[in-house]
């Protein structure tokens, strides 16, 4: 099993829709989990960091269930802009206090057409 | 500004011909760490660093080396590129605390083709 493995994609949703992303991780030590957002050949950013009570940002929703150990994403009322590359991200936690080791799932593609 | 830069940005070399692609960030991080992207495998961490004179391998160190002489630069160097090595490279930077929750910042990205 893959440490960080993400829906495949592309998704091709019309503005507006609801869509959900969802990835699961196979190191059950895992300490924090995050959803970078990386627009066509720009550099990734943080989009939500992924809390155990599940934590919502506008029309973004993270949530993460430790006992399936999977996290999702849920994008409400999409927008064209919302067209990127969505990165589920895992900290196996190695080492305290510092993201030493942060594992990349491979990326969801969603495009968002008028 | 708060940010990584990374030079060069784009890079196009030969087999055997040693580069150095430098990373620097003005935000006082300690924890410092080199990528590489390829298309199907995702971002692979190569290098990181969690303060100066402390290195670490990831999950593909081959073929590369790094240094943390100051704490705002953290150069990647390839002694001997070769073509397996044409990739998309990111340096980021982070806070080192005592939470896990530390946003990584990265830098605009090199683009390195090996011929």
């Known amino acids: 099993r893959k440490e960080v493995e993400q829906d495949p994609g592309p998704f091709n949703v019309p503005e507006g829709a609801t869509v959900a992303f969802n990835c699961t991780y196979s190191?059950?030590?895992?300490?924090?989990f995050f959803w970078y957002r990386q627009d066509c050949r720009k550099e990734p950013k943080l989009l939500m960091s992924v809390y155990s009570s599940g934590n919502e940002d506008g029309r973004f929703t993270a949530q993460l269930n430790r006992a399936s150990q999977y996290i999702s994403l849920l994008i409400r009322d999409s927008k064209l802009s919302d067209s990127a590359t969505y990165l589920c991200v895992v900290n196996m936690g190695l080492d305290t206090g510092a993201n030493s080791k942060l594992t990349f799932g491979k990326g969801i593609t969603l495009s968002v057409r008028p | 500004e708060a940010q990584v830069t990374q030079n060069p940005r784009y890079l196009i070399t030969v087999t055997g011909k040693k580069l150095t692609v430098t990373c620097s960030q003005n935000m006082n991080h300690e924890y410092m760490s080199w990528y590489r992207q390829d298309p199907g495998l995702g971002l692979r961490q190569i290098y990181y660093s969690m303060n100066v004179e402390v290195t670490d391998k990831g999950d593909v160190p081959e073929g590369y080396k790094v240094s943390r002489k100051e704490k705002r630069n953290f150069p990647l160097i390839l002694e001997s590129p070769s073509p397996n090595q044409t990739s998309l490279y990111f340096c980021a930077s982070s806070l080192k605390t005592r939470t896990f929750y530390n946003e990584q910042f990265f830098g605009p990205g090199t683009r390195l083709t090996v011929l």
């Open positions: 190191n059950s030590a895992s300490q924090s």
